[in-house]
C-alpha cells in the first residue's frame, strides 16, 4: 500500500511523502516539502480547505505522487498525550480500557475528542506485567478538518496520527538500522 503521508503540517511547512510499507519494511518513494499556504492553518485545524487541497494536489501532480491512501500526522496544540500504565490485556481489551478511563487522562468533555493509544512496550510494576501506553486525546474538529482535506484531494484516509507518535514509529523503525551500522 502506497500512503501520502503529511507527516508535519505545521504553520511553516507541509511534508509530503510517498511510502510503501510491507510487514516490516518501509521504502520511501518520493519527499516533497512545501510552504503551507497562509490562511490554511490556524491551532491545529486546517481553514480555507479548497485552497490548501489545490497546492497539496498541484505538487502531487508535479512530482506524480501515485497513491490515493493518505495518512496525516498530526501537530495541534490542542492535542493532548499522557503515557500511562494498564494491565496486560490481549489487543482488543486495551481500547476498552483506553475508553474507560479517558476521562482519568484528560479533563475534558470526551464527546469533543477523538481518542487514541499506540502500545509502547511491555513493562514490569511491582511485580506484574503492564502495558505502557501513550494515549491521544484529539479534539473532534481537529480530524474533521483533516477528513475534509483527504475528501476535497479524493483521498482516501488510512489513518490520522500524531507528530509524538510518529517521530516514535520512525525512531523505532530507525534504531536497529543505527545499531547496525555501529
Do not use: W
Not at 494536489?57 to 498525550?81: C, G, I
Not at 507518535?165 to 530507525?174: E, G, H, K, R, V
Amino acid at each position: 500500500t502506497c500512503f501520502s503521508d503529511f507527516t508535519y503540517l505545521n504553520i511553516l511547512v507541509i511534508n509530503i511523502c510517498e511510502i510503501t510499507k510491507t510487514g516490516k519494511n518501509v521504502i520511501v518513494h518520493k519527499t516533497v516539502t512545501i510552504p503551507t499556504p497562509e490562511g490554511c492553518y490556524e491551532d491545529g485545524i486546517l481553514e480555507n480547505i479548497p485552497n490548501l487541497a489545490s497546492a497539496i494536489k498541484a505538487v502531487m501532480d508535479e512530482h506524480r505522487f501515485a497513491s490515493k491512501d493518505v495518512a496525516f500526522s498530526v501537530s495541534s496544540p490542542r492535542l493532548a498525550t499522557k503515557e500511562v500504565l494498564i494491565p496486560n490485556v490481549k489487543g482488543d481489551k486495551v481500547g476498552k480500557i483506553v475508553q474507560a478511563n479517558a476521562t482519568e487522562y484528560f479533563p475534558v468533555n470526551m464527546d469533543e475528542y477523538i481518542i487514541q493509544h499506540t502500545i509502547l512496550e511491555k513493562v514490569e510494576d511491582s511485580g506484574q506485567d503492564k502495558l505502557k501506553l501513550m494515549v491521544a486525546a484529539v479534539p473532534s474538529e481537529v480530524a474533521e478538518s483533516y477528513y475534509n482535506l483527504a475528501k476535497t484531494m479524493g483521498l482516501k484516509i488510512a489513518f490520522i496520527d500524531y507528530v509524538g507518535n510518529s517521530t516514535y514509529q520512525i525512531n523505532a523503525i530507525l534504531s536497529p538500522i543505527v545499531l547496525a551500522r555501529l
